[in-house]
Nanobody
Framework: QVQLVESGGGLVQPGGSLRLSCTSS????????MGWFRQAPGKERELVAK???????EYADSVKGRFTISGDFAKNTVELQMDGLKPEDTAVYYC????????????WGNGTLVTVSS
């Protein structure tokens, strides 16, 4: 059973930075996409950023220019560097990985809370 574990969440002031990391209990060599999603209170879960095995990245418009995703497919690890954080970035952040870029993610972590507040 694949377990993804996120770390790096916490409380940060507006304008600050955090780096989220995600590791996997099992190495899956057929992964083709890894990403980060978030869910704010009262809102649906949304894609924040994802990266493919070919190195292509995709970001939500709301985080472009502020967040950077990176990953190591051989190690099944993915990170999210978050700079210029805003209160509206407050959410539970989930990492996820998948076999196919055009299908929903196959594996999910339990999430890490990011709170942006002064």
């Amino acid at each position: 059973q694949v377990q993804l574990v996120e770390s790096g969440g916490g409380l940060v002031q507006p304008g600050g930075s955090l780096r989220l990391s995600c590791t996997s209990s099992t190495i899956i060599f057929s992964l083709n996409v890894m990403g980060w999603f978030r869910q704010a209170p009262g809102k649906e879960r949304e894609l924040v950023a994802k990266i493919t095995g070919g190195g292509n990245t995709e970001y939500a418009d709301s985080v472009k220019g502020r967040f950077t995703i990176s990953g190591d497919f051989a190690k099944n690890t993915v990170e999210l560097q978050m700079d210029g954080l805003k209160p509206e970035d407050t959410a539970v952040y989930y990492c996820a990985t998948g076999m196919k870029t055009w299908r929903p993610m196959d594996y999910w972590g339990n999430g890490t809370l990011v709170t942006v507040s002064s």
